[in-house]
């Protein structure tokens, strides 16, 4: 049962411990360390938030939030052609803020899964849950006001996660498809195990695509030079900028963490 209800809203994407977050996020791709290191190092140009709904004082709800700035170009470019097409990257690249919409996302900023954190025992299908999203909409649309944002999203729910919200919500809502999601198992140990499973045809095809490649070298280092994580970076932001759908991308201290040797 949901009572002595709190909303409470936090200034930082994780604002329970790694236990708590690990279960009520327990299907999420990102880890709780994965999280962390992103609230840490910061992602240009989004504010981090969340909504904590508790009953009894303890989580029952969570909703990682974020602030951003979206450019409505973005999403124009790829289907236009020609002249329309170079004068719309001339107005991207010299007045984003022409076009730029202030997005409240509920997900998270990057990844294509985006859903909430439910304590486990909550029954999304009791009646009192329904009316716990009627406050948590009006929590949202009064930040919403506040802070004068433009959209509300619920960013890259799945078939799944998309559930966990009730219909009465999503009814209100308009779907825009983006990027697709899929996860897939690889039960190949080596290269060689994965093209001794595929066809003559296409390994012959693989084969004969690899001949004509540019020979590359790939050089595992666990003490990369300053250099190389400037190159890293540079391509990273150069694909960030250059994508169809972008709420931001992480600041050079989310790749220098892993630089020291530290895993997740």
């Not at 790694?18 to 360390?33: Q, R």
């Not at 590359?216 to 190159?231: F, G, H, R, Y």
């Not at 932001?237 to 892993?258: C, I, M, P, R």
Request: proline share 4%; net charge neutral; charged share 25%.
């Amino acid at each position: 049962m949901l009572d002595s209800l709190t909303i409470e809203l936090q200034n930082k994407l994780k604002s329970v411990d790694d236990s708590i977050w690990t279960e009520f996020f327990l299907d999420h791709p990102d880890s709780a360390a994965m999280i962390n290191l992103m609230q840490d190092s910061g992602t240009i140009p989004v504010e981090f938030k969340s909504l904590v709904i508790k009953s009894r004082n303890k989580p029952a709800v969570i909703l990682p939030l974020f602030i951003t700035k979206y450019s409505l170009l973005t999403t124009v470019i790829p289907e236009i052609n020609g002249k329309i097409k170079d004068f719309a990257i001339y107005l991207h690249k010299h007045f984003p803020q022409w076009f730029q919409i202030k997005v409240l996302g509920i997900g998270f900023v990057e990844g294509e899964y985006g859903e909430i954190g439910l304590d486990k025992n909550l029954n999304i299908e009791n009646p009192d849950y329904t009316s716990l999203w009627d406050e948590i909409v009006k929590t949202l649309k009064s930040l919403q006001k506040n802070l004068k944002l433009d959209v509300i999203a619920f960013k890259d729910f799945t078939a799944i996660t998309k559930k966990q919200l009730p219909k009465s919500i999503t009814n209100n809502y308009i779907c825009a498809n983006s990027l697709p999601f899929c996860v897939l198992d690889i039960n190949f140990k080596t290269l060689d195990d994965y093209l001794k499973s595929i066809s003559h045809e296409m390994k012959r095809y693989l084969n004969h695509s690899i001949k004509k490649s540019s020979p590359i070298a790939i050089m595992v280092t666990n003490s990369p030079k300053t250099n190389d994580l400037d190159t890293i970076y540079n391509l990273y932001s150069l694909q960030v900028e250059t994508a169809e759908l972008s709420f931001g991308k992480h600041n050079q201290s989310y790749f220098d963490f892993f630089n020291k040797g530290a895993k997740i």
